[in-house]
């Protein structure tokens, strides 16, 4: 064997990652709450009320696959590193598994498999004819060049190309990732199958056959649902203050379009900081200022602020457009808006869900608030297999139609089952899956 096909295979070896020993909790800590344990509660409040039989609903909770690939990736340094990579389908009872690819170091199974989840009841609740997946990788892509990004991801859909394709499981784009890494995916994918497959990602750049409206469709979803919230709670927009975690893809959008109604955000935080200004952070052109610097830190237009208290300030309403878990049952009862809308998925827990239903805190739950991205998703897999492209007021004005008739439903829902707008949506969702599933059949 040539001795570089050696050095480099011993190089292989000494930089896997150790499998951690067995691990020793002591009696002071605190385990992490479990996301897809979080999903099973919701899943059984809903069920609860639904009056399901108990075997059919152990069916819709668990996912239906979950793959497991460890991703060996050439470094630039010409190190190789082993990068651990997820894809869950959790239902494919609607239609092809869809859901986002997150590039995060704390990346989990059960994170990956509750995101999965969460997607089911999603598409149901938009009602589109997709079920519900979801991707992640274990990695730090803020510390990747753009090469390693780019070989980590051919890797990634090269391992997976088993389980994904138009028909049968759809990635998106998710934190950390982004358009680029969709276009990689594509082009793996089509150099496999010998011809373009524009249908297998979506959320891609426009010339390779993504949707016009697309990059801000999630945030254009929130803003429509906090709009339609605040008419039905009697909320003027014009006169109200808003906080936002997270000013990625989703946080900024929804912050802008709101901004042009007239609300003001005074608090807005990221995971290096968090301004404050009590007149409302001019939205344009922090968007501008992160456009270039890539943070919110140093902004002009604001002081600093803590950016663990922004959960806990005095506003109208609170947008969580970050990650999971933010709101939990040690903090919630510091929670003083009137709107919370989730752009997030799960930055609220269920012991959390009680405190703020018991503060007459309105909730708009995940599974509607954030679902515009998911909504506009399925219009660019429309256009990529009808081969026609749709102008940007023909996708907003489908959004907008698909976005209040959902949230029409689920306030319906919630109403006539004397709950939250959270397990109104569920109930909702789980319905939906669950028609199709009984007509369908169980196959054994
Ligand atoms: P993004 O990567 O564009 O932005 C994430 C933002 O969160 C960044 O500003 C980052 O600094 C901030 N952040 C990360 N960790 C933080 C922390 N600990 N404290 C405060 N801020 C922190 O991601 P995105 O696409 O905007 O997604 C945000 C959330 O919305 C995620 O939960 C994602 O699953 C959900 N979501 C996104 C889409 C979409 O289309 N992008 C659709 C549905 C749901």
Not at 34 to 49: H, M, P, R, T
Not at 56 to 62: A, E, R
Not at 405 to 417: E, G, I, L, R, T
Request: proline fraction near 5%; aromatic fraction near 6%.
């Amino acid at each position: 064997m040539a001795k570089s096909v050696i050095a480099s295979s011993n190089k292989i070896r000494r930089l896997a990652p150790r499998h951690p020993r067995r691990l020793v909790l002591k009696k002071t800590t605190t385990l992490p709450i479990s996301i897809f344990g979080n999903v099973l509660k919701q899943i059984d409040q809903a069920a609860k009320l639904l009056d399901l039989d108990k075997s059919l609903i152990n069916f819709i909770k668990m996912p239906r696959r979950s793959t497991i690939c460890n991703l060996p990736v050439r470094m630039d340094d010409g190190t190789y590193k082993i990068f651990v990579g997820y894809r869950v389908q959790h239902s494919i009872a609607r239609g092809p598994a869809k859901g986002g690819i997150r590039y995060h170091p704390d990346v989990t199974l059960d994170e990956v498999q509750a995101l999965a989840a969460w997607m089911t009841w999603k598409c149901a609740v938009v009602n589109i004819p997709f079920g519900g997946g979801k991707g992640g990788v274990i990695c730090d892509p803020n510390k990747m060049s753009v090469g390693e990004l780019e070989r980590l991801t051919r890797r990634y859909a090269a391992d997976m190309m088993h389980v994904l394709g138009p028909e049968s499981d759809v990635p998106a784009p998710d934190v950390g990732t982004g358009p680029q890494v969709m276009a990689w995916i594509m082009d793996t994918i089509s150099m496999h199958e010998g011809h373009a497959e524009p249908a297998a990602v979506t959320g891609k750049p426009l010339v390779l056959g993504g949707s016009k409206g697309r990059l801000e469709a999630t945030g254009r979803g929130v803003m429509i649902t906090i709009r339609e919230t605040a008419a039905r709670i009697g909320l003027d927009l014009s006169q109200a203050t808003a906080a936002v975690q997270g000013f990625g893809n989703v946080g900024s959008v929804s912050a802008r379009l709101l901004e042009e109604m007239g609300v003001k955000f005074t608090y807005i935080s990221e995971v290096n900081g968090a301004l404050h200004n009590p007149k409302g952070i001019d939205i344009k052109a922090l968007s501008d200022y992160v456009k270039a610097k890539k943070t919110i830190v140093g902004f002009k237009g604001a002081v600093k602020a803590n950016p663990k208290e922004i959960m806990f300030q005095k506003v109208d309403i609170l947008i969580p457009a970050a990650l999971e878990n933010q709101i939990t049952k040690t903090n919630a009862s510091r929670v003083k808006c009137k709107i919370l809308a989730e752009g997030a998925n799960g930055p609220v827990t269920p012991e959390a869900d009680v405190i703020l239903k018991k503060k007459k805190i309105t909730v708009i739950p995940d599974i509607l608030c954030n679902a515009g991205g998911v909504t506009v998703s399925y219009f660019e897999w429309v256009q990529n297999r009808l081969g026609y492209f749709w102008t940007e007021e023909e996708v907003n004005r489908r959004l907008e139609e698909k976005m209040v008739m959902a949230f029409d439903d689920v306030w319906k829902s919630s109403a006539d089952y004397k709950t939250t707008l959270r397990i109104g949506a569920f109930v909702l969702g789980i319905r939906r899956v669950v028609e199709v599933v009984a007509l369908r059949g169980i196959h054994s």
